[in-house]
């Protein structure tokens, strides 16, 4: 079976052994995908921007799979504070409002990094 990785050169995707996301057939999976750029945390304390950080990741690395935005079946927004669920779900609209997938937003206690307010992962079948 034909398995394309990509990895975003992330520290913790060395770290732990894994990678961005991943094609098999017609199945992508992308990871649990933070909110970060150069290796720090973007927007502290901004639940949208760091949701659309997050978004930004996946679909750049969806792209080097051959995979659209639209292709994406299914997200998963795991959260630190669910009363913002307007800002991750505004973020989460601007990039899936033209073809929505399934969804799961949950609410956690915390993340790798206590600046970080949202992680998301993406399951996609393209074709």
């Given at each position: 079976m034909n398995v394309q990785r990509v990895s975003t050169g992330g520290v913790w995707e060395k770290k732990v052994g894994y990678c961005r996301a991943l094609r098999t057939g017609n199945f992508v999976f992308v990871s649990g995908t933070?909110?970060?750029?150069?290796?720090?945390?973007?927007a502290p304390g901004?639940?949208?921007l760091q949701a659309r950080r997050c978004?930004?990741?996946?679909?750049?690395?969806?792209?080097?799979?051959?995979?659209?935005?639209?292709?994406?079946v299914r997200t998963r927004m795991f959260v630190t504070d669910v009363s913002r669920w307007e800002e991750y779900g505004r973020a989460h609209q601007e990039f899936f409002g033209d073809f929505p997938p399934t969804t799961a937003m949950l609410g956690i206690g915390s993340l790798v990094d206590p600046e970080m307010m949202i992680e998301v992962e993406v399951d996609a079948i393209v074709g």
């Open positions: 933070a909110p970060v750029k150069d290796g720090q945390v973007v901004n639940a949208y978004f930004e990741i996946v679909k750049e690395s969806l792209e080097k799979l051959d995979c659209p935005l639209s292709a994406v």
